[in-house]
């Protein structure tokens, strides 16, 4: 969730983040099955359920998350919602290998090659409500997920947090308690514009749309 003291218009293609000078955070949901051995051993891998081969979605928008898996309620698959951590450096890169893909855009070949996939989706409130803008999901594919893997810094299962979240705004409303008060009792937190240079904003074609 962006900060609430930040009056300026959003554009309509934007990179939005929790994030300190070493690493963002990006979320993903799993089963339990998947889960909880990776937080006990901090390696997303750590259950013989995860499957390497198969293209995985992170994003890094908290709302979105919570729209994507329902606040960890959807279904048994998206049970636990993940928090991962990784170093700066290795984020851009990922984004370096990206193709952008919509309903409406036909890949070149060598777009296809290309082992990880952008979306820009209508990013949602925390209470679901469709937003004017975009957030980006990214999904990583081929031998990039090893590396992803490899490059996650921390796993902390941030479930708990999501289903306080959905009592709240089932009882009370964004607009009864307001972001600053969300962000006060530890339901959201700061999302901050993630810069992006020139050679990645056209990459992830941030200037178009």
């Given at each position: 969730m962006t900060s609430p003291k930040d009056q300026?218009?959003?554009?309509?293609?934007?990179?939005?983040?929790n994030y300190d000078s070493d690493t963002i955070t990006v979320?993903?949901?799993?089963?339990?099955?998947?889960?909880?051995?990776?937080?006990?051993d901090q390696r997303l891998n750590a259950?013989?359920?995860y499957k390497p081969h198969r293209m995985t979605w992170i994003k890094p928008s908290w709302a979105w998350m919570m729209?994507?898996?329902?606040?960890?309620?959807k279904d048994s698959n998206q049970r636990h919602i993940l928090a991962l951590r990784i170093k700066h450096a290795n984020f851009r890169h990922l984004?370096?290998?990206?193709?952008?893909t919509s309903h409406s855009k036909v890949l070149t070949a060598e777009e296809k090659a290309k082992p990880v996939r952008v979306q820009w989706d209508p990013e949602r409130s925390v209470t679901m409500k469709v937003l004017p803008y975009r957030s980006i999901q990214i999904g990583i594919?081929?031998?990039v997920v090893t590396k992803w893997v490899d490059w996650i810094e921390s796993i902390e299962d941030v479930t708990e947090m999501a289903r306080r979240l959905k009592?709240?705004?089932?009882q009370e409303g964004l607009e009864g308690v307001g972001e600053e008060e969300m962000m006060r009792r530890g339901l959201v937190l700061e999302e901050r514009v993630y810069e992006m240079d020139e050679e990645l904003r056209r990459i992830l074609e941030m200037d178009l749309g």
């Open positions: 300026t218009p959003v554009p309509y293609r934007q990179i939005r983040a979320y993903q949901a799993y089963s339990s099955t998947i889960a909880l051995p990776a937080v006990k259950s013989l359920a729209y994507r898996s329902g606040y960890s309620y984004l370096s290998l990206a193709s952008v594919g081929g031998d009592k709240v705004v089932d």
